[in-house]
């Protein structure tokens, strides 16, 4: 085996972190193989006398239970090694499982058959149904050295025939070509350039490899439209809890579509679905077990923040396009209104694209994956058995309970009775509207077996997130047009208005101060929190 061909390991290689020093292309199938010999610097081409034959199959379901959970099991083959690769959508490195192959000589043991340490972590989503090979990629390698006059290596071009395919009832083939280029110790970019040139003329342009991808697609295309989820006995605690942030899975799905379409608030809309999943995951942890949730929880907050910038950059732009038509001409000084568009179009360019970057980037399917196993073998506790009306109160009452402590820390700097500075402040409420959001959507979850005490209190926290959101949106508003003030001096512009509005902002984020807590003391009542006992 040459020492280009990594150990079987084609899983991930699209993804992997590739060398600076490694370029890769993609040609039609049997492209073929490039001018090497006349290469400037290039005295001898050692092309390898065997070639390499690199395999991967997947193994899944008829109907493919494990791809709709987000899950891929193959089996690596290549020429010196062998072995089954598990990945999980939501596991960490210990569920990252390789298991050498069996030998097909081993007495007793037949190597086709999933191990059993491998297959008890795929039960709860096959079910009954068995698994079997359903795609197959395989990767012919043909690898020439390129040696300077010295005899030194100082680029390697591998080159590969690729087949992907499905396998089983309905069966597709897609056949092309790959290379890759590596480049040796003192290798200079002439050299590079003259290697890339060639592949271009023989037919191949830069490109990932994207084997693992194509044989996913072919293999969505046969998939179930919707994998069937669990479903529990009606009124215990994890059914309650399932159906919420299925609704919620779904409802980010439908988003995401909507964002691909253009159309307005869909990135809002994707936010607000995952908070209230995420929301609903920390609030009841008692009724999940296991890391694969803290796993989950920590990727929703990452979705969340990568989807926050263009929000931030919408709502803002709107504030203050708003306050601009609120004003008396005389008041708008200079070209403020060009600024503003200006300044935004950048802004929006550049949020939008890093949108589209998350949602078509892997992490972003792996989170889906790992909902989607949520949802098909949740990790319930025993106390997820239980009615959802005798267990899950309680727990809203922990999240009642944080949320109550920061409200009081935040209004004692309000107050002026606390140490924190005005910085601090406005961090505090912001905080406090976080944890508020998060005992809303936890209400919600529980408002069918509890009822119109849910839903009035339910109300009287979106009242208090309402008033907690528009200081926020002040505070932000205000460094924005610090900014625009800022930078229209310095193009010897007049600041007067951005100067005015941050004015009027800051008496807004004053104004709220003053109100919250009469709007604190309505929403914490102990008679609207009773249902929590």
């Not at 395989?138 to 390697?156: F, H, M, N, P, Y």
């Amino acid at each position: 085996m040459n020492d280009s061909v990594h150990t079987g390991d084609i899983a991930g290689r699209a993804h992997e972190a590739r060398a600076p020093d490694t370029t890769t292309y993609r040609g039609p199938a049997h492209t073929g193989a490039p001018r090497l010999s006349d290469i400037d610097g290039v005295e001898t081409v050692e092309v390898a006398e065997d070639q390499d034959v690199i395999e991967q199959e997947r193994y899944d379901t008829a109907d493919l239970r494990l791809a709709a959970a987000g899950i891929t099991l193959v089996v690596h083959r290549a020429p010196d090694s062998a072995h089954w690769q598990l990945t999980l959508p939501d596991g960490g490195p210990e569920e990252q499982l390789r298991v050498p192959l069996a030998a097909p000589d081993v007495e007793g043991v037949d190597p086709d058959v999933v191990p059993e340490q491998i297959d008890v972590l795929l039960r709860g989503v096959r079910g009954d149904e068995p698994i079997s090979p359903v795609g197959r990629i395989r990767i012919v390698r043909t690898t020439s050295r390129l040696r300077d006059l010295s005899g030194q290596e100082i680029a390697t071009l591998a080159r590969d025939e690729v087949q992907a395919s499905t396998l089983g009832t309905s069966t597709s083939v897609e056949n092309w070509s790959e290379a890759e280029v590596t480049r040796g110790n003192g290798t200079g970019s002439a050299l590079l350039e003259q290697l890339d040139a060639r592949l271009r003329e023989t037919g191949f342009t830069r490109a990932p490899h994207g084997a693992d991808e194509a044989l996913a697609r072919m293999l969505s295309e046969l998939a179930p439209a919707t994998p069937k989820r669990w479903s529990g006995k009606k009124g215990s605690a994890g059914a309650l809890l399932l159906d919420y942030i299925g609704a919620q899975v779904d409802r980010l799905a439908a988003q995401e579509l909507k964002l691909r379409e253009d159309e307005p608030d869909a990135v809002h809309q994707m936010r607000v679905a995952s908070r209230r999943i995420r929301s609903a995951l920390r609030t009841y942890t008692g009724l999940l077990e296991g890391r694969r949730v803290e796993h989950v929880v920590a990727e929703l907050k990452w979705l969340g923040r990568s989807l926050a910038g263009d929000r931030d950059v919408e709502v803002i732009k709107s504030r203050i396009e708003s306050a601009l038509d609120d004003l008396p001409p005389e008041l708008v000084l200079g070209p403020v209104r060009a600024q503003v568009t200006r300044h935004f179009a950048r802004q929006q360019a550049e949020a939008r694209a890093a949108v589209m970057g998350t949602v078509d980037g892997p992490r972003y399917a792996a989170l889906q994956g790992a909902l989607a196993r949520l949802l098909i073998d949740p990790p319930l506790s025993s106390l997820a058995r239980k009615p959802a009306g005798k267990v899950m109160p309680a727990m809203v009452a922990g999240t009642a309970r944080k949320l109550g402590k920061r409200m009081d820390a935040a209004l004692r700097d309000v107050e002026g009775s606390g140490d924190g500075s005005g910085a601090e402040r406005d961090e505090a409420l912001h905080g406090a509207r976080r944890t508020g959001k998060q005992l809303r959507y936890a209400t919600e979850v529980v408002r069918p077996v509890v009822g119109k005490d849910a839903k009035r209190f339910s109300r009287g926290l979106e009242e208090l997130q309402d008033e907690l959101g528009a200081h926020q949106d002040a505070v932000v508003a205000r460094e924005t047009l610090r900014e625009l003030g800022a930078q229209a001096g310095a193009e010897n512009q007049n600041g007067f208005t951005f100067g005015l509005l941050y004015g009027r902002d800051v008496a807004t984020a004053h104004e709220i101060e003053t109100t919250v807590p009469e709007v604190w003391e309505r929403v914490w009542d102990k008679k609207q929190r009773r249902w929590m006992s």
